[in-house]
């Protein structure tokens, strides 16, 4: 495979993967927002034994929502990713780790795979297609030889 197509596909896998991730973090952010509202939130996490459960309910929906967004257009892609990493830590560690692999039984797995694409975009980057890439902030972070 060429250099030229290595990066466009490259660059292709990048979009489709922030556009997948995002739209998972929007809807979980969403979820969390408008179905059970961020005072829901806070009372399940203090019911789930998370600590400052409103703070907690404040950071999970926003960096979801917005970082969903965020990951979705491309933008600020390093800074976004760290933070949904975190932000899926936080759910592995508090609520999902004793409960096994599966997330039919509440389990990690979802978690887990979110946590590392976030963590993968971070340090990755966002690709050629992002706003990241037009403003010159991320598109030059690791590059994939073919």
């Known amino acids: 495979m060429s250099l030229t197509r290595t990066a466009a596909a490259r660059d292709l896998v990048l979009l489709l993967s922030r556009i997948g991730l995002g739209i998972v973090f929007v809807a979980h952010g969403w979820q969390k927002f408008r ?16 600590p400052a459960p409103t703070l907690s309910a ?22 976004v990713g760290v933070l949904l990493a975190l932000d899926m830590v936080g759910a592995l560690a508090f609520v999902h780790l004793s409960n096994g692999v599966f997330v039919a039984d509440g389990g990690w797995e979802l978690v887990a795979v979110l946590g590392l694409l976030s963590l993968t975009l971070a340090v990755v980057g966002a690709g050629r297609v992002s706003l990241d890439s037009i403003f010159n902030r991320s598109s030059g972070r690791a590059k994939v030889a073919a």
Do not use: H, S, W
């Open 58 to 79: 404040y950071y999970a929906t926003g960096i979801e929502l917005l970082g969903g967004i965020a990951l979705i257009l491309g933008l600020l892609t390093p800074a």
């Open 35 to 50: 179905t059970n509202g961020l005072d829901g939130t806070a009372a399940m996490f203090d019911k789930m034994g998370v």
